[in-house]
């Protein structure tokens, strides 16, 4: 390959590459020192770039991978060991789900027939296919692209950009300044692109913010906590949440019992609920709405708990599942950035809680719902703070 047509080539699969980390939120991977990379005969070239994403319980890698010289047996080859390395990976990534995509890049004439071969070349493995390794081929001579592969192995992955950019090659004028770029330049630039938008991607989760009511909450209620093993029914007469009396007038009732608990394990598992998901809550709305979510989620888990509920009942959780609401709420305005962080922990907490609530009799479940209601509608109506 001449030097210049090189040159041509190493633009366009960082273009590529730059396409998937602005549009698809990829990160580019870190490589080893090039004397441990994988060995290439000719160092005219281009090395493969290698991007991954995290959403939720799913990896992806994708591998932008100059192909000249590469036969269709060794891709098959390659795409086996893909698959296997996948297995292994997995564990060790602690996913449900892994996959991998290799886009191979051909400058010269490739047959249609070895086109088609590597695009059916792909594997998926597990009763759920939640292992896949799949490949698609791009001729770049004639602008002819393989099928685009299905499934999840290209979920929300904008392939079409792609293919748009290697259509466009031939015609495509590159300036100087892109073409006279080293691989290391390259390099530098995107790992800087790739900061950036993963700081802008983390930016609505303001992970640097400090959470003082959070400590607040948690400081007071174990201080009442202590007060009632000291003044139990003093303290339970005038605070349980008993709907009789809260139907004669003592709508204080509404909220007092969100600061109540009687049992170690009790108190234990909601201040830990609320130190570890009200810091991530209060972070993201700030600590003024943080604390409107708190207070008016235990009302609302409080209120359809007095509604369906004849028993008296006390403690946070009702609050607890408010500040998942809120944070459910903040997943439904900022997909992206809820997907790649804390989606995967409080959606699974979610459904615990409440399965945990529906299987025990003692679980005072209208008020976990009422409460996770409650904090999804005050943080949709709040929204998350933006400074």
């Known amino acids: 390959m001449e030097l210049s047509e090189q040159r041509r080539l190493n633009v366009l699969i960082h273009r590529m590459a730059q396409s998937l980390l602005v549009h698809d939120d990829f990160i580019i991977l870190p490589q080893t020192p090039e004397n441990e990379q994988e060995k290439v005969k000719n160092e005219d070239l281009a090395r493969p770039i290698i991007l991954f994403r995290r959403q939720m319980n799913t990896l992806q890698i994708i591998r932008l991978m100059p192909a000249d010289g590469l036969g269709s047996t060794h891709i098959e080859r390659m795409m086996q060991d893909e698959s296997e390395f996948l297995q292994h990976a997995k564990k060790s990534n602690a996913v449900r789900n892994m ?82 770029r080293t691989r290391e330049e390259w390099r530098t630039k995107l790992v800087e692109l790739s900061k950036r938008r993963q700081e802008h991607l983390l930016g609505p989760l303001h992970l640097q913010r400090k959470t003082p009511v959070t400590t607040a909450l948690v400081a007071v209620t174990l201080l009442i ?32 019992p969100v600061f109540l608990h009687v049992e170690l394990a009790h108190v234990a598992f909601n201040m830990v609920m609320l130190y570890v998901f009200g810091q991530m809550t209060e972070r993201i709305y700030g600590s003024t709405r943080y604390l409107l979510i708190y207070l008016l989620a ?69 008020g976990h719902l009422g409460g996770l209601l409650g904090g999804w509608v005050v943080g949709r109506l709040l929204g998350s703070a933006e400074k």
């Open 225 to 256: 906590w202590l007060i009632v093993l000291q003044y139990p029914e003093q303290m339970l007469i005038y605070g349980l949440l008993i709907p009789e009396l809260i139907r004669a007038g003592e709508f204080w009732r509404l909220l007092t």
């Open 99 to 180: 996959y991998a995509l290799t886009v191979f890049i051909f400058s010269q004439w490739r047959s249609d027939e070895n086109i088609r071969a590597i695009s059916e070349a792909g594997i998926y493995q597990g009763w759920t296919k939640s292992i896949g390794a799949a490949a698609v081929a791009i001729d770049l001579a004639r602008g002819v692209t393989g099928a685009l592969p299905q499934g999840p192995v290209a979920k929300d992955i904008h392939l079409q950009a792609l293919v748009d950019l290697a259509v466009r090659y031939q015609e495509e004028v590159y300036p100087e300044e892109e073409l006279n």
């Open 298 to 366: 235990g009302i609302a888990g409080s209120f359809v708990s007095f509604l369906f509920n004849d028993h008296a009942s006390l403690g946070a959780s009702g609050a607890v599942l408010g500040l998942f609401g809120a944070l459910l709420a903040f997943g439904q305005g900022h997909r992206k950035a809820y997907k790649a962080t804390i989606g995967l922990r409080v959606n699974v907490m979610v459904i615990l809680i409440l399965v945990m609530g529906f299987l025990s009799p003692e679980v005072n479940n209208w």
